[in-house]
């Protein structure tokens, strides 16, 4: 008690102390409340409003749960793409996508004066850039179709032009363990096993260089010296083309039967027979069989053997997706330097490998390597250069004019005498070498892409070729005509790759037509449209339509741009004519007594050469003066001179860049 009564003093000693402190206008009274402090309840349940139900957000939880499983099904299908498909079907929906795009863009932009383009120029230009893209990004077979595209540069507005000349660069090669793979999948060995070779340095064995040496859209080509000394070239095909390719010409045929409806062009019934020519290029036994009878016609030809050489396949080192062929040491065509420049290999000696003459091995310190090389960075095979000199800078000291001689003879025998024709000899496909006698001798090489002719196209096609000689325009109408082509004229353009001077003209005033008082935007754009009928009328009846005139014009296209590359050194117009005449003569189709007659016609047919003669030499006497760079780019010029005056812009550097 005492203690709280202290506590109870001492704080009402401190409340007065504090009180008197503060000024009296500052003090504040505490009067108690008379209220009651009510205590606080929870509200009774019954006078709440009822609850709203909970929301639960279906809508939005299914389309989540939707978008979660397409993501994941995406996703795993894509990871099946890439392990067991490589990509095919990514590659096929990247192209239909795109192939849609330029198809929407051509449909709405086509026209004079684009609405969503600045020019037609422009729409072409943006065109070519995604589809050389969409062919480089899926790589393959993509690639051998651009390679096809750009060979059609004479059609092809100079955008496309432009744009796939690099389609003939190299492509990206496979890595070793892959190259392994196909090697092991197709004769169930190692590489060491199957080519008697080592990469431990091994004595007494072969090698074999692990880095291609050459790299293409379906295949890569190793180097290897076997165990008997023997030089191979081993053109192994890359691993995931087998499962692509079933996909990339599907998506081919799926696209332009879009194209052909969308743009009303009859391009689809031409595909089903390029596509089975383009599967065949995936078969190395197909390829083997077409070079070993490709090597038999040049044998038995007096005139061919001893100036073209198909090197030899070895059968039992060959699958189907794997060709062990003879190497060849040589010069590429498009290597005008080393073709011409000045020899120093020796007096009656030839190029390394020519005429069976036996190789120098590799040095031992390239051998003793092998064990420490890298796979992707090894180099074995000697260099083989002597010839060249000290400087580097000699060549085979060949003349251009017999190398071009040889090739415009190899090419027409193929297509009027035998009927069995290469379809692919780009500059790369095409090696020159140097014989004892200081000849040349033409190596042909990637034999996988041919056609056959039957002997009556066969017969047809030489007769056409000589009536455009002869300006035999009933004859040349009758045959056009009888292959379902009902523009002779145009034809016979596209077949000379020239102005065909001899016809009646209708169809260059056809093309002339509604042309006057446009502007250039409207006469580039009539004359397209005219170009696009001008297909169907070549195309014609689609059921009598040669399907190998496709193949062949892409021959003699890539022939003439070679021709043209090395400076025209021939007149191959001339050429080509000779051997369709001399074809009708010597074919053992024709009976007897037809080949008799064809035998006077030939002869009057080469007295009426003489005229293209005085022409080509005409214009080799402006190539040495410096008037002009020869009759092929004589023809070019007047090719776009005529196409000029339709609004046309022509571009043939089909090997520029």
Known sequence: MISN???????????????????????????????????????????????????????????????????????????????????????????????????????INFRAHPPLADSIEHLHRRSAER??????????????????????????????????????????????????????????????????VSFSGEAGRGVMERTARASAS?????????????????????????????????????????????????????????????????????EADNSERMKALVRNDSRLNGRVYIPKVHRELSSKRVMTAEWIEGIRLWDKQGITAKWHGGWRSGSPGCQNTPLDPPSQQALDSVPHNHPENEKLKPPRNYWKGQDGKGGLGLSMKQVMTTMVDLFSAQMFLWGWVHCDPHPGNIFIRRLPSGKPELVLIDHGLYIHMTPKFRHEYALFWKSLMTFDNKTIGDIVRGWGINSPDLFASATLMRPYTGGDG?????????????????????????????????????????????????????VQGNNQFLGSPVNRIKITGQWASRALVESPDLPLNERALNLG??????????????????????????????????????????????????NHGVFEG
Not at 145 to 153: D, F, H, L, T
Not at 229 to 257: M, N, P, S, T
Not at 271 to 286: A, G, H, Q, S, W
Not at 623 to 647: C, P, T, W
């Open 601 to 650: 016609r030939h002869l009057l047919f080469k007295f009426v050469l003489f005229g293209s003669d005085l022409i080509f030499w005409f214009s080799r006497l402006k190539q040495v003066v410096g008037l002009g760079r020869g009759m092929e780019d004589d023809i070019e010029q007047q090719m776009r001179s005529m196409a000029k005056g339709f609004g046309v812009e022509l």
């Open 218 to 286: 379906v295949a890569q080509v190793h180097w290897a010296r076997l165990e008997d000394g023997r030089e191979v070239a081993i053109k192994i095909q890359k691993r995931e083309i087998a499962r692509q390719v079933g996909y990339d010409l599907w998506a081919f045929k799926v696209l332009a039967k879009f194209y052909t409806w969308w743009f009303d062009i009859p391009l689809y019934t031409l595909v089903p027979y390029i596509t089975e020519r383009l599967m065949l290029e995936t078969d190395f036994v197909n």
């Open 5 to 107: 009564a202290n506590l109870l003093c001492s704080t009402c000693l401190r409340s007065q102390i504090v009180k008197s402190n503060v000024p009296k206008a500052h003090r504040r009274t505490f009067r108690p409340s008379s209220n009651r402090i009510r205590p606080i309840t929870p509200p009774d349940l019954a006078s709440l409003p009822k609850a709203s139900p909970a929301k639960h957000y279906t809508r939005t939880r299914r389309f989540l749960r939707r978008l979660a499983g397409a993501t994941a099904a995406t996703g795993l299908l894509w990871l099946y793409d890439r392990q067991y498909k490589a990509s095919a079907w990514t590659r096929s929906a990247r192209t239909f996508a795109l192939g849609i795009l330029v198809g929407v863009d051509y449909k």
């Open 506 to 558: 209708s169809t260059s005033s056809e093309l002339r037509k509604g042309l006057e008082g446009k502007d250039e935007q409207e006469r580039a754009f009539e004359m397209q449209q005219k170009m696009r009928k001008g297909v169907r009328e070549i195309l014609g009846d689609e059921t009598k339509w040669p399907r190998e005139l496709i193949f062949i014009g892409r021959n003699f296209r890539i």
């Open 131 to 196: 589809l050389f893209e969409l062919l480089r990004t899926n790589g393959g077979l993509y690639l051998k179709i651009g390679q096809a595209i750009a060979m059609q540069s004479a059609i092809l507005p100079p955008e496309f032009q432009e744009m796939f000349s690099k389609m003939f660069d190299d492509a990206p090669q496979n890595t070793w363990k892959e190259v392994e793979r196909v090697i092991r999948e197709d004769f169930g060995k190692s590489p060491e096993e199957v080519f008697g």
